[in-house]
């Protein structure tokens, strides 16, 4: 049995922005948190609740957003449904009355300035990205559980087991690359093929085809609401959306109503070099403004690499005519196979790995994920995967402010032309003659990972981080 079985769901989240660790994971945590208390029968006894953020959760928490993650996911909402509308407003309530409704039923009184905890210079061992949730009964006992936010929205409990669904037994369990072309040599089934068959140990496929086209229908809701809000977005450096003026421009007044014809209008623009530069680039810019702004998006495989996969995706559908389900399901589970593999043999956490293990592994899904749509081997794959990340490898996480936008907007552009052009490549070469496979690219991730000094793994104490003068306000 592989050591870590991960589904395409696992991979493949909706959530709100902007960060999958430092928001989607801990709004997990603090669902789980109340979950305990409920199981245990105390939620309507607690007093008190005390928040304490350590490592990179604490250093750039206010930045991604971690600090209003853990009050929702404390009130009971919930990241999927949540009207992202609503996100400010409601933390800002919180803030004013100095009140929280625990699980949406029980209100306490709470001081976001002194139950919510910032706790600079103190880690965890276990990993950066860690918070602890304690709670206070009437009659004087308390609750307290640590939880880790690892990495693409996964959440590990403090004394508890990394893997996920571990307990099934997969008919194609994959650790690494080479086992991936072992069953893909053994079956004759193409990467996307062996992957479904592998879902069938979860769910029906009919199950698992409805859930794959529910997460493009929020990937295509995402890129279509990045391309037409402006405005400026939050947090403090006064980024200016840069999308929808970059696809007004493109269009150059072709009329469209929704999502469908406007892919139509995107198309009638041409194939030149230049446009398709342009188009890209703003299918990305789209995501992960989006994401910046507090909206909904999809990990891919997190939030501050959601644009990769989204912009390769559209592209491919735009100026490939691809536009069927069929297509969008093989290009989506491929990706969520390529993903896997860098997650079980290196890190997808920015606070572990730095850049390279969000943006990196991001263009390397799309990649591959690309290359098996354009009719490549699985060879071809795997090494369209590794040329993608090859070229991340070192990519240092250093966002200005702790915020989501600076370099990490402009990093899912290039990660995405990075992704084209890594597909092209394999799909003109001999992967035979490769002389770089994907397990030694995932093996040398990780070794740069643990030999990256911390102050680059989205710490925000190094690199352009500390290089840009900011008038920021205070937390």
Not at 90 to 97: G, M, S, T
Not at 122 to 135: D, E, K, R
Not at 388 to 408: N, S
Request: hydrophobic share 40%; glycine share 10%.
């Amino acid at each position: 049995m592989a050591k870590e079985q991960i589904s395409i769901f696992d991979m493949f989240k909706i959530g709100i922005g902007p960060s999958s660790s430092h928001t989607l994971g801990p709004w997990r945590a603090a669902q789980r948190f109340v979950e305990v208390l409920k199981n245990k029968g105390e939620l309507a006894q607690v007093e008190q609740v005390n928040i304490l953020l350590y490592g990179s959760l604490a250093k750039t928490g206010v930045g991604h957003g971690t600090d209003i993650a853990v009050l929702l996911g404390l009130s009971g909402d919930d990241p999927v449904t949540f009207d992202v509308y609503q996100v400010m407003p409601k933390v800002e309530q919180i803030k004013r009355q100095q009140q929280l409704t625990l699980g949406g039923v029980h209100e306490i009184s709470f001081s976001y300035s002194e139950q919510l905890m910032f706790l600079f210079d103190q880690s965890l061992p276990y990993h950066p990205n860690a918070v602890t949730f304690q709670a206070f009964m009437h009659n004087g006992t308390a609750v307290s559980e640590t939880y880790y936010s690892i990495g693409g929205g996964f959440v590990v409990q403090e004394h508890e087991e990394a893997g996920a669904l571990s307990e099934i037994d997969l008919p194609f369990p994959v650790d690494t690359a080479t086992e991936l072309m072992k069953w893909c040599m053994r079956t004759g089934l193409k990467i996307s093929e062996l992957v479904l068959e592998n879902e069938l140990s979860w769910r029906p496929e009919a199950e698992t085809r409805a859930g794959i086209m529910a997460i493009f229908n929020a990937i295509k809701a995402c890129i279509y609401k990045g391309c037409h809000s402006q405005g400026v977005l939050p947090g403090g450096l006064h980024v200016e959306r840069r999308a929808a003026k970059l696809n007004k421009r493109m269009l150059q007044g072709r009329a469209y109503q929704d999502y469908d014809t406007w892919v139509e209008a995107v198309c009638a623009g041409g194939k030149d070099f230049g446009y398709i530069l342009d188009c890209v680039s703003c299918f990305a810019l789209a995501v992960n403004e989006e994401n910046a702004s507090f909206g909904r998006v999809v990990t891919a495989p997190t939030n501050g690499a959601a644009g990769v996969i989204p912009a390769v995706l559209q592209y491919f559908i735009t100026f490939y005519d691809c536009y069927n389900e069929e297509k969008i399901i093989q290009f989506i589970a491929t990706a969520s196979e390529i993903g896997s593999i860098f997650k079980k043999g290196a890190t997808i956490s920015a606070a572990m790995g730095g850049c390279q293990a969000e943006i990196g592994v991001s263009s390397a899904m799309a990649a591959g994920a690309l290359t098996e749509c354009l009719g490549g081997s699985q060879r071809q794959v795997l090494m369209a995967a590794e040329i993608a990340m090859e070229h991340h490898l070192g990519l240092t996480c250093d966002p200005i402010g702790g915020l989501v936008q600076i370099p990490c907007i402009e990093r899912n552009t290039m990660g995405a032309i990075k992704a084209i052009t890594a597909a092209q490549l394999a799909l003109q070469s001999n992967p035979d003659k490769a002389k770089v496979s994907l397990d030694a690219v995932v093996s040398t991730m990780w070794d740069t990972a643990q030999d990256m000094n911390v102050k680059y793994k989205e710490t925000a104490d190094g690199g352009l981080a500390i290089k840009v003068p900011l008038s920021l306000p205070e937390c």
